[in-house]
Each structure stands twice: as C-alpha cells, then as structure tokens.
C-alpha cells in the first residue's frame, strides 16, 4: 500500500516522462503550483536543458523552480504553452476539477488557458462522485469581501475567509486579493456555478476547472499511475 506521498510522488514522475515524450525539446512549460507541483518540479529539474523556459501559476512555485536554475518567463510573454503540468483537490467523474487549496487558483487558469495540453496529477483520493467536499475558493477583491460573502452565501455555502494557517492574519494571494472558502456546497452543475460565481463583482476568480478541463489525467492509486484521457 502507498502512502499519499509516494502516490504524490509517482504521479510526478509520470508528468515528467509524459512532458518529456510529448514536449519537443526547446518549448516553454507550465507549471502549477502545490505539493504535487512541487514533485513536479523536482522530477523535471535534472531535465531542465528540455525546456527553453517555464511559466509559473505562482510566487511560490517560481521560487522552487528558480532554485533549481529554471528560466521562469513571464506569462504575458509567450502566446501559448504546449503543456501545463498541476495538481487538483477535488476531480468528479466527468473530469471537473476543483482547485485552489494553495491560493493560486487564479493564475493556475491563466496558465492552464495559455496550454494546449493540461495536465493534471494527484493521487486517488481526490477522485470524489461529487465536488464541494473540499471548500471552493473564490479570491475576491478585499472591499467586496462582505457583498461577495452574501452572495456566495445564498448559494447554500458557509463562507470562511481565508487565513494563514495557525494565525489570525489574512491570507494575501499573489494578486493582493484575499480568498473566501466555501464549504458544503454540493456542485452537481460545475460549468454553471463556475460561470455564476465569475459574475459577482468583486470576485477574480473561482476555482472550478470546469470550463477548462485537463486533457490528461495522471492518477496515483493502490495498482500504480492510471493515464486518463
Ligand atoms: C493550488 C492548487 C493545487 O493544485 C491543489 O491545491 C492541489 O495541491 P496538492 O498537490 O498539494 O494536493 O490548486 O492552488
């Protein structure tokens, strides 16, 4: 039996091979942002002469990649990535993926648009029937928090804004904007309420994937990495 970590582990060294095999050499990467991500970015560090630079969905995730002597490019600089590479929390059956637990969930969709191929690894138990288990995040402009917190409210969620683990202080996104969680949701129609939520004003960004679904999935389970395309 696998821990999650080793099933974390595993999936990263699937993307690295499927990179590898489906990349030609010379192209520009994206790179997600997460634990899994960040075995990504392990895994793919000893290789990084493949790549003529990296996009990053985060300021940590460029950290990460920059120590590892990546050339990290600015989004607004490429027109398209053949490939993006990153992790999700919660992924229904239809392949809707919820994401954000890391706080990147805005930049993680402009990545993700900029690929042709996205890529998405985790391990097994992010597999649910039904997304909302795991709390949505909405990054929201900080003067529209209370607005955007009725609204989402209405939707039948419990609004949690979001913290820094163990403090009191408030979590800041890479935006400067702030995050509300919203936890028992059952999302039965995600390509509806991810459309919805965008139309609060105030809100940057959700973290539903659902309009942009990822064209493979690497999935770390008890028998090994599942491909699902
Ligand atoms: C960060 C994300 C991550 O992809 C998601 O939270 C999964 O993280 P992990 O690989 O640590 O389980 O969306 O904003």
């Known amino acids: 039996m696998y821990t999650q970590d080793q099933l974390k582990a ?15 050499p010379g192209g520009i990467l994206g ?34 990649l920059k120590k590892h002597g990546f050339n990290v490019l600015d989004s607004n600089s490429v027109e398209s990535l053949p490939m993006y590479v990153d992790g999700a929390d919660e992924i229904d059956p239809q392949g809707h993926m919820l994401k954000g637990g890391g706080g990147a969930l805005t930049r993680e969709k402009i990545v993700a648009h900029l690929a042709k191929t996205f890529v998405c690894i985790c391990d097994g138990s992010k597999q649910v029937a039904v997304m909302g288990q795991f709390p949505l995040p909405v990054e929201v402009i900080p003067m529209a928090t209370a607005q955007v917190t009725r609204e989402l409210e209405k939707l039948g969620g419990t609004v949690t804004l979001r913290k820094i683990k163990g403090t009191d202080q408030v979590f800041v996104t890479d935006n400067q904007a702030w995050i509300l969680d919203v936890a028992g949701l059952k999302i039965t ?15 940057v960004c959700n973290g539903l994937f659902a309009r942009r679904k990822a064209n493979v999935l690497l999935i770390g389970e008890a028998n090994g990495v599942r491909r699902q395309t």
Not at 15 to 20: F, N, P, R, S
Not at 189 to 203: A, F, M, R, Y
């Open 31 to 64: 790179v997600g942002t997460g634990s899994t991500a960040n075995l990504f970015i392990d895994a793919i560090a000893p290789h990084k002469s493949h790549f003529a630079g990296v996009v990053s969905s985060s300021q940590a995730s460029t950290e990460r």
């Open 10 to 24: 595993m999936v990263a060294e699937a993307a690295k091979d499927e990179v590898l095999k489906h990349m030609a």
């Open 189 to 203: 129609n995600p390509v509806e309420l991810e459309s919805n939520i965008n139309q609060i004003p105030g809100v």
